[in-house]
């Protein structure tokens, strides 16, 4: 067999694990937009013979030989050639489905299914010690799986790896010990500005079939394709890449919460841009059609969330159109009102609903914890101590509640530890690039102004999306940036948002 | 391997395919209910996928050895028991997939897949020369399908077992001979009449959102449990059985005709009642819990649909909500005027959109002509001269094109041969279930009009659901009604219902 064959060989299995993914993934969304009730056991097993198959399909000794034929031979000399790239992405893939023995991962699927349901009695009675036994039994578990993969000095970068391929933890330990002080100043100023954006104009009761109306028609302005995907109603925003021309949003409306609705599907929006470029639809279900890290993904979610559609070139655009749906609801409101009522500054106990600014301490507070944890520093039991503290000294407020703190999140219960710093990485990366964006075009937020995003999405799609798995987070960003990542650009892009807004220097 | 021990393997093995066949269903009320437009190579992509691993789980010989086991075994004993039963229908199936050859199955997906684009192009020219030579193909290959999994006395009858197993032709047609004189008099009758439904006020402008309201409340009102299932619009109705605790249905509305909605929704929810009965659920992806006839389902859901939907009772108590619905449209129609409307009565081109006393015509002219077909008594090439022939002779009318003759219905160019009799046994079927339900029950039409379809809907899960494939059709008709299938009972029921109407004898 020559490795050309061996190569075509894999790529055939690997597209034929890819297409079932697609069809789990058809699955879950369905589970999210409209399962009955009854039906989430019989659900539950449908998904859990579909994760089956593609374990036992992927971790075939088959593919291990076809990996190894082609990553010895001359098809991988170019480290950024199609071959190249899908190969090393496989190996690590597939060494770190090989390394778990099966009665790990089925240990770890148990524990971590009944463990989801307590966490969930735990936050609504309000109480760690009830999620605490089975939090230590996942920390433990969480632990070997990384002693199993195996890491070069910290165990935490093990756990990492599956959602920033190749990041270290020490890199990025860096960059945030460079970015907390400096956004803890920034907060400050805000809290102590005498300008108050009106959040009550936000607060209004808008009707909820005029929200998704507006929803949908920013998102086809953006550039959704509405031919090669759909936005439906769930609890829990999210975007869903089924297939190559099938890129579904789930998104919700509050009524008494205008921002809610159009962050989540700005956001959700930004995710779905880069699934739907063309030439990750030419490379779908390939390392070489999608990058691997989550952060570079949550870097175009939050760029069109944040950076253009919380702008103020933005609103100039469509803040007549929301006038227009909206008459009696916002006729007394100016554009310039508006658009600092969604820039809001406020630290606030939950993540999810934190603005730009203290978001990321958030992440940080949570990433301190996690590495402490796996490193063994900090107990189990004294995460809620730990939690209230650091939370106190990132954003100034103490937790009331353990809901409100360390509970709040579904992630630990899932064990998915090394998680949360994409969060964080993914605004870092999407500042950076915005100033790359606004330095390569010139008059990009007069774009804006007149309903045109096409540059933007194609520099993106050309300079980001079309990239796939071609490079490291950290390597893709220096391409594209010409220098590593920096708080810096994040902290400069606060800086002019808020001294419109504030006026803080 | 005790016979018993191979039982539970062969069931395990079974229930995995049948959960991996309800994925698959999944992906099949997505592609109706929700697919964007440019998903759908990607999706025949994914149920090619399905269909070829349920087809080697099933053809797997491991599953022969355990079927051969278990049938030689005193397990099977008790041919009504789960086990014998369960085995009878597994060989039935094992032997039909394995009897053809992948090359035969490969070519007839071939065929039919390029055949049915043909045949919609040929429909919308009106021009059955484009379809003729595909339809030869498929004849062809039909023929050879027949012949690879053997008959007895007459081929048909091998591609009408998979339908309707174990049914003959030559019964169905001593059948269908016997009532098509009697319907022919029967609409010539109806034709004399001096009574005249006035059809026109099913034909005004009906609100769609209203009638959604309308036929959920019906179907609710009748047993459809929306905590197991959920209403979706499509362009072709459908009853999806995607799990136990899962029975979906699609619908549509029609501006302009007010029974186009009513009499989809009250027969997939007919279909639905079936899939919902507690037995079933219990016994799901097993034959014990589900017939294999489609006459005996369809009996189910033309009773609910004809019977209960279209009776006089039913509207006594449906009528009034209907009037609040639509006060404007309908206040002044009477709850006479309005029963007469919804079971008009009139000759005309198309199968789906025909009447209760019109519908069984247009089958069996199908079931004549497929039957000659395939027995090489007709040639394809003659099929529009012999439809018109016989559509004249039955229903009176002269075919004008053959998108309203031959061309009509998509099942030939899907190879479906031995499909349409099926329409007609379940007609046959419901009347004769309904008849004996009127004996059994006394008093069954006024719990109607109180809104109570309880004792039906039991009678109904008792008599027939919770049967699944205990009995072949013909034994579970004679079983419920003390006599085989007859024609008399549908004459008789269509008679009670336009004496009243049409003041026929």
Same mark, same amino acid.
């Given at each position: 067999m020559t490795p050309s064959e061996a190569y075509t060989e894999l790529k055939e299995q690997m597209n034929k694990i890819a297409v079932l993914e697609s069809t789990e993934g058809v699955l879950a969304w369905d589970l999210e937009a409209?399962?009955?009730? &009854?039906?989430i056991d019989h659900r539950a097993e449908q998904l859990a013979q579909l994760t089956s198959l593609q374990h036992d399909w992927f971790t075939n000794p088959r593919v291990g030989e076809l990996i190894a034929t082609v990553e010895s031979?001359?098809?991988?000399?170019?480290?950024?050639s199609e071959q190249a790239v899908n190969v090393r992405e496989w190996r690590r893939l597939f060494d770190r489905e090989t390394k778990l023995p099966t009665t790990l991962v089925e240990e770890f699927t148990r524990v971590t299914s009944k463990a989801n349901q307590v966490w969930a009695e735990a936050r609504k009675k309000r109480d760690f010690s009830i999620f605490q036994p089975h939090l230590e039994s996942i920390v433990g578990l969480s632990r070997q799986k990384a002693d199993c993969i195996g #890491?070069?000095?910290?165990? #935490?970068d093990a756990l990492l790896d599956e959602y920033e391929?190749?990041?270290k933890v020490a890199e990025i330990e860096r960059t945030f010990a460079a970015l907390r002080p400096e956004l803890v100043e920034l907060i400050g100023k805000i809290k102590d500005s005498p300008r108050k954006p009106d959040i009550a104009i936000l607060r209004r009761p808008y009707d909820l079939a005029k929200q998704k109306v507006f929803a949908e028609c920013m998102a086809s302005a953006i550039g959704y394709d509405f031919a090669a995907g759909r936005f439906d109603l769930a609890a829990h925003p999210s975007c869903n890449d089924i297939g190559p021309w099938d890129t579904r949003i789930l998104t919700r409306y509050t009524r008494d919460d205008l921002s809610d609705g159009l962050s989540s599907a700005t956001h959700e929006v930004g995710h779905a841009l880069y699934d739907m470029t063309q030439t990750n639809k030419e490379h779908w279900g390939t390392p070489y059609g999608l990058t691997g890290s989550l952060g570079i993904h949550e870097s175009q979610s939050r760029m069109w969330e944040n950076?253009?559609?919380?702008s103020h070139q933005f609103w100039i655009y469509f803040f007549p159109q929301l006038q227009r749906l909206f008459r009696t609801e916002i006729e007394d409101v100016t554009l310039e009102d508006f658009h600092a009522a969604v820039n809001w500054v406020s630290p606030s106990y939950i993540r999810v609903d934190a603005d730009e600014a203290t978001y990321n301490l958030h992440i940080m507070l949570r990433f301190d914890i996690e590495r402490a944890i796996i490193a063994g520093d900090l107990d189990v039991a004294d995460i809620p101590g730990e939690w209230n503290k650091r939370f106190k000294e990132y954003l100034g407020i103490e937790v009331d509640h353990d809901a409100n +703190?360390?509970?709040?999140?579904v992630h630990w219960s899932h064990g998915d530890? +090394? #998680?949360?710093?994409t969060y964080a990485l993914g605004n870092l990366y999407s500042a950076q690039f915005w100033m790359q964006a606004l330095k390569d075009l010139p008059g990009l937020l007069d774009d804006f102004t007149r309903g045109q995003f096409d540059r933007l999405a194609d520099w993106l799609g050309e &300079?980001?999306?079309?990239? +796939?798995?071609?490079?490291d987070a950290a390597k893709l960003c220096e391409r594209v940036t +010409?220098?590593?990542?920096?708080?810096k650009p994040l902290m400069d892009y606060l800086y002019q948002k808020y001294s419109d807004i504030y006026g803080i220097q």
């Open positions: 409209n399962l009955p009730p &009854k039906a031979s001359s098809l991988v000399m170019d480290p950024e #890491y070069d000095t910290e165990r #935490y391929p190749r990041a950076m253009v559609c919380r +703190g360390c509970l709040q999140d530890f +090394g #998680y949360f710093p &300079k980001i999306h079309s990239q +796939g798995s071609r490079y +010409g220098s590593p990542l920096s708080h």
